[in-house]
């Protein structure tokens, strides 16, 4: 049972390259999440997906954009990748069925230089 | 002003010392309190939903309770294997299919052998 599964694990990047973070879950899941996570900050919501067919920000979205492909899959985007961006990436996914409970991808490692 | 506050930001114990972690938080409608594991280089997984003041969940050597204002995940007699980042997030009622989490930055578990 593979969960939710992101690609690339790791990359590195130069400043104003652009790159997609890839999503898939495969439970089924209504909802779908992107999360970065910084050292001292916590985890903070970029964007989400409530539905297929449906995206919306979150707390930190600047920079960023997203694609609800299909009910599986829910991709990220960074057009013009900055320091700032760099961070760990987490795809998260979650329906009512599981009483709401959002579950993790393993993360994306991503490096800005 | 932080929805969710852990604390203490770190806690170090001997195997078998026994403590508590904190997660107080502001919203104006709980839908639920979750708490996460977390390892080095890997996804949070999931532990426990709570859903009303009262209401307690217990696995292994963890249990989770719930206030109107916090919640404790107590450890009773911790391992070594317990060691983690253990993370606290809250899930707002506002309606719809937007079940989104909001973090704390979490607790530095170190259980010494």
Redesign the interface.
């Known amino acids: 049972n593979a969960g939710?599964t992101q690609t690339p694990k790791f990359q590195v990047l130069k400043t104003g390259q652009s790159m997609t973070l890839q999503c898939a879950q495969d439970m089924n899941h209504?909802?779908m999440?992107w999360?970065r996570q910084d050292p001292?900050?916590?985890?903070?919501?970029i964007y989400?997906s409530?539905?297929e067919g449906t995206t919306?920000k979150?707390e930190v979205p600047n920079g960023y954009n997203v694609s609800r492909l299909n009910k599986r899959e829910f991709s990220l985007r960074l057009e013009s990748a900055a320091p700032s961006q760099t961070s760990v990436y987490?795809c998260?996914s979650?329906t009512?069925g599981t009483?709401?409970?959002?579950?993790?991808?393993?993360?994306s490692w991503l490096t800005v230089v | 002003e932080d929805q969710v506050t852990q604390s203490p930001e770190a806690l170090r114990l001997q195997e078998g010392e026994s403590s508590s972690l904190n997660c107080s938080y502001t919203v104006s409608g709980l839908?639920?309190l979750?708490w996460?594991r977390q390892d080095p280089?890997?996804?949070?997984?999931?532990l426990f939903?709570l859903y009303s003041a009262g209401e307690e969940k217990e696995k292994e050597r963890l249990k989770a309770t719930l206030t109107k204002k916090e919640s404790f995940l107590h450890i009773t007699a911790p391992k070594p294997e317990d060691s983690a980042t253990y993370?606290c997030?809250v899930?707002e009622n506002s309606g719809?299919?937007?079940?989104?989490?909001?973090?704390?930055?979490?607790t530095l578990l170190t259980v010494n052998p």
């Not at chain 1, 009483?99 to 993360?107: A, L, Q, V």
């Open positions: 939710v209504n909802s999440y999360y001292g900050m916590g985890l903070r919501l989400y409530a539905s919306d979150g987490f998260a979650s009512p009483g709401n409970t959002i579950y993790f991808g393993e993360g | 839908r639920g979750f996460y280089g890997k996804g949070p997984e999931f939903t993370l997030a899930q719809g299919s937007n079940y989104k989490l909001t973090f704390g930055k979490g």
